[in-house]
């Protein structure tokens, strides 16, 4: 009896499984999540990607539980986050916790559950777009035209208390363009932009990302027309150029006058005058030639005699070559010539 109802079970499930496989009825296929994202620190959302259904209707239901911890829980909102989404609010998040989390897919035909994920909200920080994005041509007087955006943070995030630090990053580019240009703003909310091309209708986007996360989504693009006559005049560029070399060169004079100095001076420094020993450089000023030769040691310089005469007593004296050897014998032997001086006299007298 008893084998004939277990036969009679085995056939009924054989039968019933013949049954689904023919109407294509299998159990769910394996979710995925593929990200998770904090807009503010306070609170953050993860969404999953369903697997096949089976042919068959589908629930999934998320379960987390925190690290250190071992007691499940189920997602708290499945709404706010949109489909396949489950959106953890200020009571269910703490930072510097890890989240531990998987998806679990069921049907009538069975169970597949994801992976698990571990989740930091610190780390997964993505704000949103800036808001109330507004752009605008300025033409001061005298100064360069300028394109001036400004815009405000998002209303999620409380930058007063400091817990929050946003930066900001611009792009704008001509309407047919194909690349953009990109500007840094750092933590301004409105920046001033100068190089444009006169004519041209601009398109200008501006993101914003905390300290530590992701680059947020672009702000929807706001056009511009820069009007054909956006140059600038130059003259006033000139001016303060003139002014400003007028003062330094104004401020330059006064500093040499306050030193005692001449221009002349300053730029032409006089040549350093002789330094001898001993030297009086006032004979050089009086012009007195006997003086300053005597000063530096020329005795009997020049001489007093014409040139002329000397000449003549010269050629008179080397027209003797005797009386020429004896005066250079002499010189070299003076006591020699005395004695021929005296032998002479004596043969005279």
């Keep these: 009896m008893k084998e004939n109802v277990a036969s009679a079970t085995v056939f009924t499930l054989l039968l019933f499984l013949n049954t689904c496989l023919l109407n294509g009825q299998l159990p769910p296929g394996k979710p995925e999540i593929f990200k998770c994202r904090s807009p503010n620190k306070e609170t953050f959302t993860c969404w999953w990607r369903p697997g096949t259904d089976g042919g068959l209707p589908t629930n999934y239901s998320l379960t987390y539980h925190r690290e250190g911890e071992t007691l499940m829980h189920e997602c708290p909102d499945y709404i706010t986050g949109g489909p396949n989404s489950c959106h953890f609010g200020k009571q269910y998040t703490s930072m510097w916790r890890t989240y531990i989390m998987m998806v679990n897919a069921t049907n009538q035909m069975g169970s597949s559950f994801s992976d698990e994920l571990y989740v930091d909200v610190t780390y997964i920080v993505q704000p949103d777009p800036p808001l109330e994005l507004a752009v605008e041509v300025k033409q001061p007087e005298d100064r360069?035209?300028?394109?001036?955006?400004?815009?405000?943070?998002?209303?999620?995030?409380?930058?007063?208390?400091?817990?929050?630090?946003?930066?900001?990053?611009?792009?704008?580019?001509?309407?047919?363009?194909?690349?953009?240009?990109?500007?840094?703003?750092?933590?301004?909310?409105?920046?001033?932009?100068?190089?444009?091309?006169?004519?041209?209708?601009?398109?200008?986007?501006?993101?914003?990302?905390?300290?530590?996360?992701?680059?947020?989504?672009?702000?929807?693009?706001?056009?511009?027309?820069?009007?054909?006559?956006?140059?600038?005049?130059?003259?006033?560029?000139?001016?303060?150029?003139?002014?400003?070399?007028?003062?330094?060169?104004?401020?330059?004079v006064w500093a040499v006058?306050?030193?005692?100095?001449?221009?002349?001076?300053?730029?032409?420094?006089?040549?350093?005058?002789?330094?001898?020993?001993?030297?009086?450089?006032?004979?050089?000023?009086?012009?007195?030639?006997?003086?300053?030769?005597?000063?530096?040691?020329?005795?009997?310089?020049?001489?007093?005699?014409?040139?002329?005469?000397?000449?003549?007593?010269?050629?008179?004296?080397?027209?003797?070559?005797?009386?020429?050897?004896?005066?250079?014998?002499?010189?070299?032997?003076?006591?020699?010539?005395?004695?021929?001086?005296?032998?002479?006299?004596?043969?005279?007298?």
């Design 144 to 252: 360069k035209p300028y394109l001036w955006i400004k815009w405000s943070p998002p209303t999620l995030i409380d930058l007063k208390t400091g817990w929050f630090t946003l930066l900001y990053e611009i792009r704008l580019k001509p309407e047919k363009a194909a690349e953009w240009e990109i500007h840094f703003a750092g933590q301004q909310t409105e920046f001033k932009i100068l190089s444009l091309h006169p004519g041209q209708k601009y398109l200008v986007q501006v993101r914003c990302k905390p300290d530590h996360g992701y680059w947020s989504a672009w702000s929807p693009a706001t056009f511009i027309q820069i009007p054909s006559d956006f140059t600038m005049n130059d003259t006033t560029v000139w001016i303060s150029v003139a002014v400003l070399s007028a003062v330094i060169c104004l401020i330059i």
């Design 257 to 349: 006058a306050l030193k005692g100095y001449s221009m002349v001076t300053c730029i032409f420094p006089p040549v350093p005058g002789p330094k001898i020993k001993g030297f009086d450089a006032h004979l050089l000023e009086k012009g007195k030639s006997e003086e300053l030769l005597s000063a530096l040691g020329c005795q009997d310089f020049p001489p007093t005699s014409d040139y002329e005469d000397l000449l003549v007593e010269y050629l008179e004296v080397d027209d003797s070559e005797d009386q020429h050897l004896m005066s250079v014998h002499s010189k070299e032997h003076p006591s020699q010539e005395r004695e021929q001086r005296q032998a002479q006299e004596a043969r005279d007298s």
